[in-house]
């Protein structure tokens, strides 16, 4: 059998590396993925399009198969217009059935191999990648011979030649993980599972001992630099008397030292930002650096409630756009950070915490 996929909203890549790890769960053996394609979308004016074709070995038959793909798409944030007439629209996630080897089915919900697969260069390409030679069981032509005639003029362009599957392991190539992320974006947990999962230690920040912190939620602008400092000294000394002393092959944190300097650079006024920042780095070139740094996306709204739901008294104040800002300030230190090895992770559609296929996702993506 063969799928294309295609997603135009959000975490692109990520959304069609989660619908590759659930399709192997759930519908059969991945055994070939194409290039990653970036095109323009088809039929209708919206952002440019991530596209892939997959290859799979499933036994499910058809009537089975189509509710199937369709929850997976529902649970990667996919909403389905009930109406044909509404036209085509973004979307998070897009599976097609292509050829199912070589049926041809035609009912009311269904159709294969796909109809309008011969116009579409975003599917020919990634197809005539992986199976250039399939015949088409209606056209009696061959993928390639399909691509040489397509009447999409449409430009691709390859942004990633290996889009391979994430594979779960059992253990994972590095020593020094570091998990950051916003207020309440689930740093804590996903910490303390991975570390037993992939049989780790666990470091976890001691934010409670700050003598500053529950003043600073109510007054920052009195509060900010002693805040800040406190933090500073009590991460280094925390770190460094950890990763000198760690003799296990793996440290799993929900901090990172460099977190010092985003949450400064946002509470902090102008010069004394100067002072903290020379301050920081004459620390920061004594550490010793993670080499995943994992940093974990979530949207506002989610973080308030989960802020809410801990019942932290001192976290009472925390307003929206103050957690707009700190993660204005996360992304612009990973952008102008980027010798750091980061994995960028959307959970803002995810509940990893209560649901086992998006954990063992991450975890994927991690062990891969």
Known sequence: MFLSLGSNLGNRAQYLQHALFLLHREIGQVVRVSPLYESPAWGFSSEPFYNICA????DLPLEVLLPKLHAIEAHLGRVRTSQPSEGYKARTLDIDILYYNDKVVQTDTLCVPHPQLAQRRFVLQPLADIAPDFVDPIKGQTINQL?????DTSTLTVVKRDFTLPVNKTSTPYHYITIEGNIGAGKTSLATRLAGD???????????SNPFLENFYKQPQRYALATEL????????????TLVQ????LLVADYAFSKSLIFAMETLPKKEYALYEELFYLLFERMIKPDLYIYLHQNIDML???IQKRGRSFETPISKTYLERIEQSYLSFLEHNSSLHTLFIDVSYMDFVNNEDDYQFITALITK
């Open 198 to 208: 992939l049989s780790g230690r666990l470091l976890l920040e001691e934010f409670a």
């Open 55 to 58: 290859e799979l070995h499933t």
């Open 304 to 306: 308030l409630k989960n």
């Open 147 to 151: 691509l040489q005639v397509c009447p």
């Open 230 to 241: 406190s933090f500073l000294k009590d991460r280094y000394k925390q770190l460094q008397h």
């Open 246 to 249: 760690n003799e296990s092959s």
